[in-house]
């Protein structure tokens, strides 16, 4: 297999995985979920303008294209805003986990579009709300305050997805869907700002320094690393190395933030991220079938 493929994955998810613990970090300084959003996406925003620059991209779209991307642009703001929103009650570790269903989400939600969900998925969306199941602790162990934002942050970054997948948004280079996607985020989080007053726009500098690298980190190099391992390994096998990321959130959450590893929450996280991983090989057959039958029917034509 490819290593240079399975590398830049895995530190991908890492990265993914291990930035909250930043996000945590600004928290210090005074500032909410909104504010860390807001700046992540002005400073990811700038980056990637000028490496679109560098790059010569075009931020040319059809119209089509651009209602996809106001509407994916909202999504990817509230998903920040929600799963952003869980650290403060149930921690990194179990918000990363439980935002990490959105691969489930995905094929429920494309469902809409006609596609059959089939043996596998439909096991892989059993397994993935019986995971959800171990974090409602009735004893208050852990907050519905924190685990509705991480699951609700999962369904809009699935929306995202399909989106991205539905609408032909696949077809823009990836700095420059990026970029638009930032900026989308620099103006509706203002505007959500005038009814919930929730942006602190004067931070102290290390508060911006710790968001700035959230930004370059997570928007940028994460970003680009996944493309990477995409284009050496296939989505299929990359999103299996994917799962780095909310083992690095609930490890991350451990060794720096002193969270608790309950085992109700660790059996949950253990059944979720094998429902995703089932989910994924499935996905990987599937595609391998098709390819097998398209070549099949080429040579018999």
């Known amino acids: 297999m490819n290593s240079k493929g399975i590398a830049a994955t895995v530190v991908s998810a890492m990265l993914f995985g291990g930035t909250p613990v930043l996000v945590s970090m600004v928290y210090g300084y005074g500032a909410t979920p909104e504010t860390v959003s807001f700046y992540r996406a002005v400073f990811a925003a700038v980056i990637l303008l000028t490496l ?47 935002h990490f ?83 989308v985020g620099c103006v509706f989080l203002p505007i959500y700002n005038l009814a919930t007053n929730r942006i602190v726009y004067i931070l102290p500098a290390p508060a911006f320094l710790l968001i700035a690298a959230v930004a370059l980190l997570a928007s940028v190099c994460a970003v680009v690393l996944l493309q990477i391992g995409i284009r050496q390994l296939g989505s299929g096998t990359a999103s299996i190395f994917c799962t780095f990321e909310p083992l690095t959130g609930v490890l991350f959450g451990c060794l720096f933030l002193q969270e608790r590893l309950t085992l109700r929450s660790a059996l949950g996280s253990a059944v979720i991220l094998g429902a995703v991983t089932l989910l994924t090989l499935g996905e990987r057959a599937q595609e391998k079938r098709n390819k097998e039958s398209l070549t099949y029917g080429t040579s018999q034509n």
């Open 52 to 98: 679109c620059a560098i790059r010569r991209e075009s931020l040319r779209f059809t119209k089509k294209q651009l209602a996809a991307i106001v509407l994916a642009g909202i999504c990817v703001a509230a998903t920040n805003v929600l799963l952003y929103s869980a650290y403060d009650h149930i921690g990194v570790g179990t918000s990363t986990t439980l």
């Open 101 to 183: 269903l959105y691969p489930v989400f995905v094929v429920a939600g494309c469902r809409l579009f006609g596609e059959k969900i089939g043996k596998t998925r439909g096991v892989a969306l059993i397994a993935a709300c019986a995971g959800m199941a171990f974090f409602l602790d009735p004893g208050g162990g852990l907050a519905l305050a924190g685990i509705v934002p991480a699951v609700v942050s999962a369904v809009t970054y699935a929306l995202y997805m399909i989106l991205v997948d539905k609408f032909d948004l696949k077809s823009i280079p990836p700095f420059s869907l990026s970029a638009a996607l930032m900026l």
